[in-house]
C-alpha cells in the first residue's frame, strides 16, 4: 500500500464508530472522496497532518466512559468516600437543546452502578453538591444557556456546580464563568462552580499564539477569502504568529499551516456558495470572531458547526448548490430528536 493508501485506512479506522447507528461506516474510499476537494498538491501533507491530529481530537465513547469512570472515583471530587458523596449528589438535567446531556447522564449511570454499585434515580440530597454533565464546551453559550435561569430560579441559597465535560475550550470556559459569576452576584446566592475535563484546548484570543485550534498566520491569496476578508466585521481576524515548536493536537507547524490553509480555502469556497450566509458561518465554524472557531474536536454521536465547514459541510447527494460539497463527518442539528451538540455562537 502506498502512504496515501495506508493514511485513508488510518483516518478511516478512527472515525469508525462515527454515528454508527445512522450513517455506513467510513471508508477509505469515503475519506479518498472528501480529500479529493481540497488542492492536488496538498493532498498528501494535508492528509498526514489531519490523520495526526484527528487521532488525537475524534473522541469515541471508550474514551468519554473511560474519563467518567476514572472521574467516579476520583479523590478531589469525590473524596474518600465515592458511594457515599454521589449518593448526595443531585444530577441536573436541564439541557435545553440537544441530547448530549442525556446521553452523557446514561454513560454516568453506568460508570456509577459499576464503580460504586448505585442507581443515579436513587442519587440526590439536600445540601449535595449539583452535577451538570455535558460532552464538549466550545463557545460555553450553551453550559450558560441551561444554568443562568436554574441559578435564578432553582438553585438553592447555598450550592457547589460541578461542571463534567469530556473537552472543553479555554475561551468557552473563560467567557461561561465571567457570565455565571455575574449571574450568581446579581442572584445574591452563594454558588460555586467548578469545571473538570479529560481535554482542555487554548483558544483564547490573547493566547492565540499557543492555541490548540485551527488559527491561520496568514490568509491565502485566493479570490473566495479575499471576498470574505473584505466583508465588514465587528471582530476581524488577527492572524497568530508562527510558532518554533509543535503545539498539540498538531504534529509541527508545517503542517498545522497546510491545515488552517486548506481548510481556510475549502471553508471561504463553500461559504461562497451560499447565497445569504449568516454572519456566524465562518470558513473555519460558526463563531463571531475573525475566520471561524477553528475546533479539530469531533465525537462519535456528532461533528460540532464550530469546526471547519469543510468536514461536516454538505449533502452527498447534492450534484449543485450551496450543499454541493462531500462531508468527512456529515452533522445532524437541532432538528433531529438524536442531537449530540450544535454550539452555536450568535
Known amino acids: 500500500m502506498s502512504e496515501r493508501d495506508d493514511l485513508l485506512s488510518s483516518v478511516a479506522n478512527e472515525i469508525r464508530t462515527y454515528r454508527n447507528k445512522d450513517l455506513p461506516e467510513p471508508t477509505p474510499e469515503h475519506v479518498d472522496r472528501w ?29 468519554v466512559k473511560d474519563f ?3 472521574l467516579v472515583t476520583n479523590a478531589k471530587l469525590a473524596g474518600a468516600d465515592p458511594a457515599s458523596y454521589w449518593k448526595s449528589a443531585n444530577f441536573l ?15 454516568f449511570s453506568r460508570c456509577l452502578k459499576d464503580e460504586c454499585g448505585l442507581d443515579l434515580d436513587d442519587c440526590g440530597e439536600e445540601g449535595g453538591d449539583f452535577i451538570y454533565l455535558d460532552d464538549v464546551m466550545f463557545s460555553g453559550n450553551r453550559v450558560g444557556n441551561d444554568l443562568e435561569p436554574w441559578i435564578i430560579n432553582q438553585a438553592p441559597r447555598s450550592a457547589c456546580v460541578h461542571v463534567i465535560v469530556a473537552a472543553l475550550h479555554s475561551g468557552g470556559r473563560y467567557l461561561v464563568d465571567r457570565r455565571l459569576t455575574n449571574v450568581i452576584a446579581q442572584s445574591g446566592k452563594k454558588i460555586t462552580v467548578n469545571y473538570w475535563r479529560a481535554l482542555e484546548i487554548e483558544n483564547r484570543k490573547w493566547h492565540k499564539n499557543s492555541s490548540g485550534v485551527l488559527w491561520p498566520t496568514a490568509v491565502p491569496d485566493v479570490a473566495e477569502i ?4 473584505a466583508l465588514p466585521a465587528r471582530f476581524p481576524f488577527e492572524p497568530r504568529q508562527p510558532s518554533t515548536v509543535a503545539i498539540e493536537p498538531f504534529s509541527s507547524e508545517a503542517g498545522r499551516q497546510v491545515l488552517e490553509s486548506e481548510f481556510l480555502i475549502a471553508g471561504a469556497k463553500i461559504r461562497a456558495m451560499s447565497e445569504n450566509p449568516k454572519q456566524s458561518m465562518r470558513p473555519l465554524g460558526f463563531s463571531p470572531f475573525g475566520v471561524g472557531f477553528g475546533s479539530m474536536i469531533a465525537t462519535y454521536r456528532n461533528c460540532p458547526n464550530n469546526c471547519p465547514l469543510a468536514i461536516w459541510w454538505g449533502d452527498p447527494e447534492a450534484t449543485s448548490g450551496a450543499l454541493h460539497w462531500y462531508p468527512l463527518l456529515q452533522r445532524e442539528g437541532y432538528s433531529s430528536a438524536k442531537n449530540m451538540f450544535d454550539d452555536l455562537t450568535p
Open 68 to 70: 467518567l469512570r476514572m
Open 226 to 229: 479575499q471576498a470574505y476578508m
Open 93 to 107: 438535567s436541564i439541557q435545553q437543546n440537544g441530547q448530549s446531556q442525556k446521553e452523557m447522564l446514561k454513560l
Open 35 to 63: 480529500l479529493h476537494q481540497f488542492t492536488p498538491a496538498q493532498q498528501l501533507p494535508f492528509l498526514r497532518e489531519f490523520e495526526h491530529v484527528i487521532k488525537q481530537t475524534f473522541i469515541t465513547r471508550a474514551n
